[in-house]
């Protein structure tokens, strides 16, 4: 299995399951029948509404210009930054953007906010300046919560200092048509708004305007991201062995049939962000009705020992730049016998190509798990508790919460709950800040070397639209760390009776109960200071 970009090294008789998938998906005629928006490759439900991103590379290019220079025109007028508010799709893969092809000399500086915490807010309005931001605000929906109170903030705030008749031009949107925010954004005399397409769910958006607009107001070139990703579709569309869609959808869903469902990313610095959109895509479209992959980003290697047989690793390479690390780990995995996955990637500018690859292998994956690759039907469940939540707490202006202490007794027991082929989580509602991840990241460590098993790190409330779906309505493998704090800084919703600090605690709790109602295995911690707590945690695990 072997395209100019894409190897795949596995023990025999895995090696032969997929083959023999691939020939029985090429005798049902199942690529055709992908791009023929047929149900029945999956579940036979409403699969067909959600295919539009299939054509997304072959959009009118003309069209694509007008956005771009509409984009850039905002970028150049009186820009310095640009604050993105959106959750999920609308989110990571903007993030990704930034982090891989970076921001060209003369355009703005793209901030991502996707967090409740305050203290993550107050850290990007500090880092600007309101009066020459540009505000992107981004939901397919328009009823995402986090989205719309993090919009009513920042609008607030640009009234203040630039008055009401000014402050709507420093917003733009973008949205699918008919949406409740277009509503607010007509009324409130937002600068543009972009329309997303209703066929197009948010974590298959990329190549949507939800990643062209932010692309452009970087100072990248869509059009080169799409031709790319046309490319990558034409591939896609064969039933030879140069679709490598295919080829990695097939592989990913047998080796999970095979207990092997935990890919796991090695890439280098230079692309070690494009797990974090990864990780959305296969989580949230797999898991679910009791079955899932469950991606692992982010995890520092180790040595060959230290993993289970639940792994396969995905070794991404960019050409004309060294990871000696990186391909020595690879290679030591290979020899002891791991499957091992090999992309490599042209340049930086693959990142559209890339996009579609694996959005098309994400699809192939769930026809062999037999999955809707396209809803995610756990993932409101926290939603209506949230809500519920947080509507007796405008009714009563009190939050009945017991903040459980960290305790080295009920760590112990939950780790205790730690088998072969579980996964350790950590859902953290505390600021997603380089401290804070370099401190999860040992504690992860001290985890998996101690109890050979892959471990995640989510930040709360980002994770509930990313791998909230798998660790809800994905297989019973997940044991759970919530992580919840005091904070030191709070900021008021406007409009509303509860804050932001509040609402992130609601979502942890809404999270929680989803989570205990489900049968996990999961514990809730709260810590009064985080850095000297994410201390102790890490010496209770030693």
Not at 104 to 116: I, K, M, N, R
Not at 182 to 210: H, I, M, Q, W
Not at 254 to 281: C, M, N, V, Y
Not at 418 to 439: E, P, R, S, V, W
């Amino acid at each position: 299995m072997t395209t100019s970009d894409y190897s795949c090294a596995l023990p025999s008789d895995l090696a032969s399951r997929v083959k023999r998938r691939v020939a029985a998906f090429n005798d049902n005629g199942v690529v055709q029948r992908i791009w023929d928006r047929d149900p029945s490759v999956w579940t036979n439900a409403d699969e067909s509404r959600w295919l539009g991103w299939l054509s997304l590379p072959m959009q009118d290019r003309g069209e694509v210009k007008r956005i771009v220079d509409c984009a850039r025109a905002m970028a150049a007028e009186w820009t310095k930054d640009v604050v993105l508010l959106g959750m999920g799709g609308s989110s990571l893969a903007p993030e990704v953007m930034r982090e891989i092809l970076g921001t060209a000399t003369g355009f703005p500086a793209l901030h991502v906010v996707d967090s409740t915490d305050p203290g993550q807010l107050l850290a990007v309005e500090r880092a600007i300046d309101v009066r020459r931001t540009l505000f992107l605000v981004a939901s397919k929906s328009g009823t995402t919560l986090e989205v719309n109170i993090l919009k009513q903030y920042f609008h607030h705030r640009a009234v203040q200092e630039l008055g009401e008749a000014e402050a709507g031009r420093h917003f733009v949107l973008t949205t699918d048509p008919g949406s409740k925010l277009e509503d607010v954004a007509k009324r409130e005399g937002f600068r543009a708004v972009f329309g997303g397409l209703p066929s197009v769910g948010g974590r298959y958006s990329a190549l949507s305007n939800f990643g062209l607009v932010p692309a452009a107001l970087l100072g990248a070139d869509p059009v080169r991201l799409l031709d790319g990703a046309r490319e990558m579709a034409q591939r896609c569309a064969s039933t030879g062995p140069e679709n490598a869609g295919l080829e990695l959808g097939t592989v990913l869903g047998e080796l999970a049939l095979a207990g092997r469902d935990k890919p796991t990313l090695i890439a280098p610095a230079a692309l070690a962000s494009f797990g974090g959109w990864l990780e959305q895509l296969v989580a949230e479209s797999l898991g679910k009705n009791g079955k899932g992959i469950i991606p692992i980003e982010g995890e520092t290697p180790g040595a060959p020992g230290e993993y289970g047989h639940d792994r396969v690793f995905v070794h991404l390479r960019l050409a004309g730049e060294s990871d000696a690390a990186g391909d020595a780990a690879a290679e030591q995995l290979q020899a002891a016998g791991h499957p091992v996955i090999r992309i490599d990637w042209a340049d930086r500018s693959s990142l559209g190509a890339e996009f579609y690859r694996w959005e098309f292998a994400t699809a192939v994956a769930g026809a062999v798990l037999a999955v809707n690759p396209f809803d995610q039907p756990d993932v409101e469940a926290a939603k209506v508790v949230t809500r519920r939540l947080a509507s007796e707490f405008e009714n009563t202006g009190t939050l009945a919460d017991d903040n459980p202490p960290l305790e080295e007794r009920s760590i112990a027991a939950l780790l205790g709950q730690l088998h072969a082929g579980d996964y350790f989580a950590i859902l953290a509602f505390i600021q997603m800040n380089q401290a804070n991840t370099d401190a999860l990241d040992r504690v992860r460590r001290a985890v998996r070397d101690r109890y050979k098993v892959a471990t995640t790190v989510g930040f709360g409330p980002r994770y509930l639209h990313s791998t909230g779906q798998a660790h809800k309505g994905g297989p019973n493998s997940g044991v759970f760390l919530v992580i919840t704090c005091d904070d030191a800084d709070d900021l008021p919703v406007p409009g509303q009776r509860y804050s932001f600090g509040t609402i992130k605690r609601l979502q942890a709790r809404g999270d929680l109960e989803v989570l205990t109602t489900r049968g996990r295995r999961v514990l809730r911690v709260h810590l009064t200071n985080v850095e000297a707590g994410l201390r102790d945690l890490l010496a209770m695990i030693r």
